[in-house]
C-alpha cells in the first residue's frame, strides 16, 4: 500500500518583478520564466478591481494587483491597519518601486489604498479596545460596509473583487488543541470576511463583474502543520464561492470562483512556523512539492495573478462556481515519490520515452 502524503504545492518566492530566492531541493526544478501576457489579451481596461489584502509585494495579492493594471484595469487595495503604515511607508520610500514595473516595462502607479480589516462589517462592531488601538486609531473608516461605500463614491460601480487575505491566530496548533475562539477567529477572517465583501460590495458593482478569493488543497485534504482551524476555514470559503455563484449570479449577473494555490514564501505563511534563521514551514512545503509535483517548475505568484486576471476578465464570462488549481498540479498526487518509505525503490521513471531529455 502506498503511504499517503499531506499534498502540497511548489514554489519559490518571488516579488512579482524579482525571484529573490529558491528552495527548490528537487532535482531538475525550472524556475519558469515569468507570464507574459501577449497574443490573446486579457482586456480589463476601463474596469476597476478592489484586491483585499495587500501589504507588501511577496504575496499572491501583489501579483493579482500587477496583472490586473497590466490587463488595463484601475486597480484599488485593502490593507489591515496593523500593517498599514509599513506599506504606505515602502510605497512612498520608494523600496518598492521594482516591483510596481509591469510585464511592459512600464511602472504602474501605486495603487489607492483603504484601510480594511475584515473581520469588522460595521463600524458597531468595533470594541474600543481596538478602536483606541493605536494602529487603528487614525486611519479613518476601516469596516467592509464603511469601505464599499467608500469606493462606490470614490469610482462608482466597480467589476472586479478579490479576497487574498487570511488569518488564523492558532495555525500552527493542530485542530485536537485549537481552542474555540481560535477557530472562530480563523473562520471569521478567512472565510465569513468573503460572504461580508461579497455581501457589501455586490450591489455596487457592474453586471458581468467577478469575484475571486484565494484557497488551498488543506480546504479539500490534510495537509498537517496548516493547523487553527485554517483548513475549515479554506473549506467553507470553497463551500460559500459555490453557492455565492448562485446567489451573486442570479441577484446580479456576477461570477465569483476561487483559486486554489500551490505554497509560496508570501509573510503570511511565512509566519504559520519555523524559529528565525530556521528552515520555515513554509520552506518545507515549497521543497516537498518541488520534488513531488507533476510540473518540475518553481511556482511564482505571477503565476496565481496571471490565472486571477484571466478568471477576473472577459474572457471567463461563463465560468463562475469554480475553483482553479494553479500548483503546478501537486494536488493530483496521492503517493510523494521522496517519502522516507519509499527509499531504496526503484520508480521505472524518468521513462524511457522518444524524445524524452536524458
Ligand atoms: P500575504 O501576507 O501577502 O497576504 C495575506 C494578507 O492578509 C496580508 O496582507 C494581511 O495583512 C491580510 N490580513 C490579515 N488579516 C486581515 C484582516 N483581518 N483584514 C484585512 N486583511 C487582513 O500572504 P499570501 O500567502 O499571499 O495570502 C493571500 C491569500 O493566499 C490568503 O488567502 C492565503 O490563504 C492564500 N494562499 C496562500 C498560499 C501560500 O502558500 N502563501 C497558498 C494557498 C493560498
Redesign the pocket.
Known amino acids: 500500500m502506498l503511504s499517503l502524503a499531506p499534498l502540497f ?1 511548489g ?1 519559490a518566492m518571488r516579488s512579482p518583478t524579482t525571484i529573490h530566492t529558491t528552495m527548490g531541493a528537487a532535482v531538475g526544478v525550472q524556475r519558469s520564466a515569468g507570464v507574459q501576457l501577449s497574443g490573446l489579451p486579457i482586456d480589463c481596461k476601463g474596469k476597476v478591481a478592489f484586491v ?5 509585494s ?5 501579483s493579482i494587483v500587477k496583472h490586473l493594471a497590466a490587463a488595463g484595469a484601475t486597480v484599488v487595495v ?3 491597519p ?2 498599514l503604515g509599513i506599506f504606505e511607508k515602502s510605497l512612498k520610500s520608494g523600496k518598492l518601486d521594482e516591483d510596481l514595473i509591469l510585464p511592459d516595462g512600464t511602472k504602474m502607479d501605486p495603487p489607492k489604498i483603504y484601510a ?4 469588522f462589517d460595521y463600524p458597531e462592531d468595533v470594541p474600543e479596545d481596538v478602536k483606541t488601538n493605536k494602529r487603528y486609531a487614525g486611519v479613518g473608516s476601516y469596516t467592509i460596509s464603511e469601505v464599499a461605500d467608500q469606493v462606490a463614491k470614490d469610482y462608482g460601480k466597480i467589476d472586479i473583487l478579490v ?5 488564523g491566530p492558532e495555525v500552527q496548533k493542530p485542530l485536537m488543541q485549537v481552542s474555540r475562539n481560535g477557530y472562530l477567529a480563523a473562520s471569521s ?2 472565510a465569513y ?1 468573503m460572504v461580508s465583501l461579497a455581501q457589501k460590495f455586490g450591489p455596487h458593482m457592474n453586471k458581468g463583474g467577478a469575484i475571486l ?5 488543506a480546504a479539500e485534504r490534510v495537509v498537517p502543520g496548516y493547523g487553527g482551524g ?1 483548513s475549515s476555514a ?1 473549506s467553507q470559503l470553497e463551500s460559500d464561492m459555490r453557492v455565492l455563484s448562485f446567489e451573486l449570479g442570479r441577484a446580479y449577473g456576477l461570477r465569483i470562483n476561487t483559486i ?10 511565512s509566519a504559520i512556523g519555523g524559529a528565525r534563521g530556521e528552515k520555515t514551514y ?1 520552506e518545507y ?1 515549497i521543497d516537498y512539492s518541488e520534488a513531488n509535483a507533476p510540473l518540475q517548475r518553481t511556482l511564482e ?1 505571477d503565476d496565481v495573478g496571471a490565472a486571477a486576471a484571466f478568471l477576473c476578465s472577459p474572457l471567463a464570462a461563463a465560468i463562475t462556481g469554480v475553483n482553479l488549481y494553479v500548483d503546478n498540479g501537486i494536488q493530483v498526487m496521492a503517493a510523494s515519490i521522496d517519502a522516507a518509505s519509499f527509499q531504496g525503490y526503484k520508480f521505472s521513471y524518468p521513462f524511457d520515452t522518444p524524445g524524452m531529455p536524458k
Open positions: 504545492f514554489f483585499a489584502g495587500v501589504a507588501d511577496s504575496g499572491y495579492g501583489w485593502g490593507t489591515w496593523p500593517v480594511l480589516d475584515a473581520t479576497h487574498s487575505l487570511a488569518n477572517a478567512s470576511s478569493a484565494l484557497s488551498f488543497v485554517m479554506k486554489s494555490a500551490g505554497a509560496l514564501k508570501s509573510r503570511a505563511a513554509i512545503c505568484a
